[in-house]
C-alpha cells in the first residue's frame, strides 16, 4: 500500500496524486508513517504539526 502513496511536501497529505489536492504543492514518495487525523480541533498532533482539516498525514516526507 505505502508504495504506491506519495505524500506532499508541503502539508503532509497522504496522497495518490502527484500534486496535493489540498494545498497543490508536489508530492514525494519517500515518506514514513502516517497519521489519521479524525477530527483536528481535538488533535494535539494535528495542532502540533499545524493541521487544520481531517485525513491521513504523512510523519515525515523527504
Ligand atoms: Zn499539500
Not at 511536501?9 to 489519521?36: F, H, L
Request: hydrophobic share 35%.
Amino acid at each position: 500500500m505505502a508504495q504506491t502513496l506519495r505524500a506532499c511536501k508541503e502539508c503532509s497529505a497522504i496522497t495518490e496524486e502527484d500534486k496535493c489536492a489540498i494545498c497543490g504543492n508536489p508530492t514525494s514518495r519517500e515518506w514514513q508513517g502516517y497519521v489519521i487525523i479524525l477530527d483536528h480541533t481535538k488533535s494535539e498532533i494535528a495542532r502540533r504539526m499545524g493541521i487544520s482539516i481531517n485525513g491521513k498525514f504523512a510523519l515525515r516526507v523527504r
